[in-house]
């Protein structure tokens, strides 16, 4: 293993993302899911900070 491999640390899990609340399928609000929970992105109450505390 080179050195620069050991420093890194992956994580196989894929982000999850989905629409809701849109007209089409391809619209709509944008939400991941973090720590077993759906969260909004991008929105003017998040504070995404409270978070990784």
Request: with cysteine.
């Amino acid at each position: 293993m080179l050195p620069y491999q050991q420093m890194l640390d992956y994580d196989e899990t894929r982000p999850e993302f989905r629409l809701i609340d849109g007209p089409s399928v391809r619209q709509g609000k944008l939400q991941v899911r973090f720590r077993d929970r759906w969260r909004s992105v991008c929105t003017q109450l998040t504070k995404y900070g409270k978070f990784f505390r």
